[in-house]
Each structure stands twice: as C-alpha cells, then as structure tokens.
Nanobody
Framework: QVQLVESGGGLVQSGGSLRLSCAAS????????WGWYRQAPGNSREMVAT???????NYADSVKGRFTISRDNAKNTVSLQMNSLKPEDTAVYYC???????????????WGQGTQVTVSS
C-alpha cells in the first residue's frame, strides 16, 4: 500500500508565491520519476514539471522560469516552488510518483488526491 499526500495549496494574489509538497509513504523500495500535474475546470490534466531520480527536470513552457521542482530522496518527498503566479495557474495540482514496491519489486505510477491552487487577479 502506497499513499501520496499533498499539501500547500491555497489562495494567493497574482504575482504571489506558493510552495506545494507531496510525501509518499508505504511499502516503498524506491521512487524514480516524480511529477506535478494540474487540471483546470473544463481542461484535461497537463504536466507542469517532472524530476528524475538523477535530478533531471522538465517544465511546461508556461511555467518555465517561474516554477521549480525539487525532491528529497531521504524523505520521499517532492516540492514545487511556484513564483510569479498568474490567474491562469489556477487549477487542482496533483503529484505523481513512479514507485517500485518493496514486496513485489513492481513499478507503478501513484497519484495524490490533489490540492487546489487559486490565483486571484
């Protein structure tokens, strides 16, 4: 059993900052790629940022230069620092982790429950 729990969402004014965090717990042998995704009302879920276990990062063009993804392998956590937020960043943000389960050595993607980020103009 693996669980991902997100925190840090909320309401912020345009130009402000928020930091999202996600912690994985359970029967974990290791975590490969982490990712943050978001889904705004009426839109499909889109990738925001990903980070590999070698710390290689990838960002959506819309957030480059404003968002930073980082990971702490010792704590099985990932964070997303969001600066210069815009109203169009408003969405539910989900973390994703590609996890190897300790008991089976099976690889599987797990998702958090989502956290709301609202940016007012």
């Amino acid at each position: 059993q693996v669980q991902l729990v997100e925190s840090g969402g909320g309401l912020v004014q345009s130009g402000g900052s928020l930091r999202l965090s996600c912690a994985a717990s359970g029967n974990i042998f290791g975590i490969g790629r982490w990712g943050w995704y978001r889904q705004a009302p009426g839109n499909s879920r889109e990738m925001v940022a990903t980070i590999t276990n070698g710390d290689s990062t990838n960002y959506a063009d819309s957030v480059k230069g404003r968002f930073t993804i980082s990971r702490d392998n010792a704590k099985n956590t990932v964070s997303l620092q969001m600066n210069s937020l815009k109203p169009e960043d408003t969405a539910v943000y989900y973390c994703m982790a590609h996890i190897m389960i300790r008991s089976t050595m099976a690889l599987q993607d797990y998702w958090g429950q989502g956290t709301q980020v609202t940016v007012s103009s």
